[in-house]
Structures are given as C-alpha cells and as structure tokens.
C-alpha cells in the first residue's frame, strides 16, 4: 500500500449523540498537520490494522482535525475500535485526499444524511466563510441521534429533517432540490439508501449528472465486503508494463489478485468508495461495480480495481 504514515494523537473524544463520537487530532511532537480542502478525508490505520476512511469536518484553521465516527455493530470493527479510542491514545493517519470537494458554482444546494454530515460541514463552514450561496439539508432518524445539531439549528441556511417528527419538515427532494438549474451544483454523503433516493429523484427531475457530486460513507452491504461475489465468471487481467496476465476468478477482485502476486499497487478502503486503487483500462470493457467514479471518469476508462470486474474475457490495465 502507497500510503505515507503519520503519527496524530487523540485530544478529545467526545459522544455527540449516543452512537457518534467525534474525535479531535493532533499532530505528534514537532510536526504539522498537512491543510485540507472542505470534502476531503484521511485514511486512519487502527491498532488491528484496519484501514478506515474518516471525513475531516473540523475548521482547517486549527491545525488539528476532527473526525465523527459513527459505531456500527455491523461492521468489521473499525468504528468500534475508533469509538474506544481515549485522549492521548496514538494511531496513524494518512495525509488528507479529496475526492469530493466544492466545485465552481454560483449555488451550491448540500444533503447530508445521518453521518454524511461530516464532509458536508466542512463545506458548510467554507462557503460561510467565502460568502457562498448555499442551502444545507441535514436528514436523520431523529434529533437525538443527529451529529452537529446544536451548531446547526438555527442557521438560515440549514433545513432539518427527521424521520420522527411532523411529516411537513421531512425531506421532500422535488421540493427541496427543484428543478435543474445550471448555475448551481449539488452535493450529496450520506448511507446507501439515502443517497439512492436524493439522486434517483434527482435524475428523475432531469438534473444532469454534471451537477451532481456523490461521496457514499459505506457500501449496502453491512459487512463492508467488497462486491465482487457472484460476478458472471471469471476473467483475466492482463498488465500492460510487463504483459503478464492473472486470472481473476469469480468472487475475487482484482486487486486481491494482483496483491496476492507481489504486484505493488496503491490501495485504501477494499469497498470501491476511496479512489485510490484506480486505474485506466486499455482494453476489455469493465464492470463498474464502485461507488467512486464519476460517469465522466468512467467514459475515460477510469477503473477501480478493489470491487470492478470485466464483462470481457481479457481486462488489459495500465500497469
Ligand atoms: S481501494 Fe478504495 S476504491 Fe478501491
């Protein structure tokens, strides 16, 4: 894996609702947190060795960066590991990347769904302090179990939702979106399910998909396995380097292979959300099976080797 290590040590971690807890990091002795854009994360490496992608929701300003963990009994035991973490605990963070970052827009509409809020604040923050145009809705079950709540009632610019409380206030995406309108870009985190309603009424209201910029906070399937089981066969890949060719067979993943053959390759979450296991694909038509990549991406043959596979018998990758 191709990711630079640096030491941060927890300063506080404090429960914002009774199953999120938000972590402050600092630096190790001497050193400097690198600054980050609204949108971006970093990938957290847990005492077990798990890899874990946290969005950073804190002001850059301070020189420290704040993560909310969401814990989920379903899980590999990442977040869990994070939520018993304790102030002056040590782990080891990677530098911050930003796969989902504001965009050049003249209004930007933001949905957040439960701990999707995390990039979404970031950028909250940002366009407060640049004096954007934005509107900001948050969706969760209930208040109690909503991160960031108090800061954000109140604020103008921010709609709440909860799924307990008077139907009027609840998300309504044909209202609350509207229709397409160029000047405007719009933003959407949060779980599977939230995230395939916000943008299927979306496209369904016509919205382009330009204008629509997605980051998923976990695949559908509870175990956070990568979705390669019950492909339609196997396949080979084929590196274009060094020509040699791996079988892939079916309910394996490329880059399982490819690691398993000593092949050096960059990698992060294994769940086709990070971006950065992709590759380009130079021959052989792709199954996209990621949450990451873009249409536009796609269409350049942008290929996300953790969870994808091949609807032809020869995949040839560049590298
Ligand atoms: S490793 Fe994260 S998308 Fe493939």
Redesign the pocket.
Known sequence: MVVTWTEAVVVSHTPATPDIAVIDLAPGEGAEFPAYTAGAHVDVLTASGLVRQYSLCGPPETGRYRLAVLNEPQSRGGSREMHALRVSDRLRISAPRNRFPLVTAQRHLLFAGGIGITPILAMLRQLEYEGGDFTLHYCARSRDRAAFVTELQGNPRVALHFDDEEPGQRLDVARDLGDPRPDTAVYVCGPGGFMDHVLGEAEALGWPPQSLHKERFAKQDPAGAPDTAGSDGGFTVRLASTGAEYAVPEGRGV?DVLLENGIDTP????????????VKVLAGDPDHR?D?LTDGERAEGMF????SRATTPVLELDL
């Open positions: 880059l990698y992060s979450c294994q769940l086709g959300i990070c971006g950065e296991c992709v990621d990451v996300a080797i953790c969870t």
